[in-house]
């Protein structure tokens, strides 16, 4: 006997939330009536897809590859269903999307609630991370991403252009000097972004429209972007960092933005998808609402 499709999606549910109660609460059932359903799944399966103990599930070997067919399955539906709906005039569903962290401070974040405030009928999964992952894989529906665009396997429309911004404190200077070019740069203590850990020290600045790299050097690094603003800040060095992040700061004069005719580091800011799936009415209209967010709050970003 064939799976049925409510269990097989009942099962995908179950891993994903590791629980059968938080998935039971969800679907508004009780915590008997999904692991019965589980149970059922695997009779028909005549295979063990779950170990369960009282703190947790985890998969089979059977249940991982059965998992990774089931959740292409479940997406499928839900393809299914967001296709229909874009036809009505009710905007129904559920959008996952993952964004960075600085776009979801400064302007993300309070466009999505404006969006869930407007289509109360939408269900939203955001995750916030700035590490890139695989939508395709991991079954997102929609990505924010601020970087240059080469996958083909991904459909890109452009919010916004993030300019970056070589920036210190006046103490900083006051006490250490003001570079007056990129390769002066080599004689001052710089904040180093480390993202995952490729070309973090090679600083891209321009001259006459050709891009060449300074090679900086610094003793604090991190991956977390703010940490570097807030060293900054504190007048421990010279930062490259997004204008977006900055603004405020430079606004107040708390930072002082360096090298400007030089400063050769801008990224487009992407609203991404599978090319594999068409987005629906509800998707593009929040991509509509995440590009005039952007562009309200342009002058953080570039000019």
Request: proline share 3%; aromatic share 10%; hydrophobic share 40%.
């Amino acid at each position: 006997m064939a799976a049925k499709a409510d269990d097989l999606i009942l099962f995908v549910l179950v891993v994903e939330a590791g629980s059968f109660t938080k998935v039971a609460e969800q679907l508004n059932l009780t915590n008997s009536v999904v692991s019965k359903r589980i149970a059922r799944l695997e009779k028909e399966l005549n295979t063990q897809l779950l170990y369960r103990t009282t703190r947790k599930l985890s998969l089979t070997d059977a249940g991982t590859t059965f998992y990774g067919k089931a959740r292409l399955a479940k997406l499928a539906f839900q393809e299914a269903e967001d296709a229909i709906t874009g036809y009505g005039e009710d905007i129904r569903g559920t959008i996952k999307l993952t964004m960075p962290v600085v776009s979801a401070r400064l302007v993300l974040s309070s466009a999505l609630a404006n969006f869930c405030h407007d289509y109360p009928n939408v269900n939203v999964e955001l995750t916030i991370k700035n590490k890139f992952v695989d939508i395709i894989e991991q079954g997102y529906d929609l990505a924010i991403r601020t970087a240059h665009l080469e996958d083909s396997s991904l459909i890109a429309r452009r919010l916004i252009d993030s300019d970056w911004v070589v920036c210190a404190s006046p103490e900083y200077l006051k006490n250490n000097g003001t570079p007056e070019t990129p390769q002066a740069l080599t004689e001052h203590s710089c904040l180093i972004y480390r993202y995952e850990g490729t070309g973090s020290e090679q600083w891209v600045f321009k001259d006459d429209n050709n891009d060449y790299v300074v090679q900086v050097k610094g003793r604090f690094r991190s991956n977390n972007l703010d940490s570097l603003r807030k060293a900054a800040l504190a007048h421990f060095g010279i930062a490259y960092l997004p204008k977006a992040l900055v603004h405020e700061d430079l606004m107040a004069n708390n930072l002082v933005s360096l090298l400007t005719e030089q400063s050769g580091k801008d990224l487009g800011i992407y609203a991404v998808y599978p090319r594999t799936r068409q987005p629906d009415k509800k998707i593009k209209l929040l991509i509509d609402y995440f590009r005039d967010a952007f562009q309200k709050k342009q002058d953080y970003f570039n000019g």
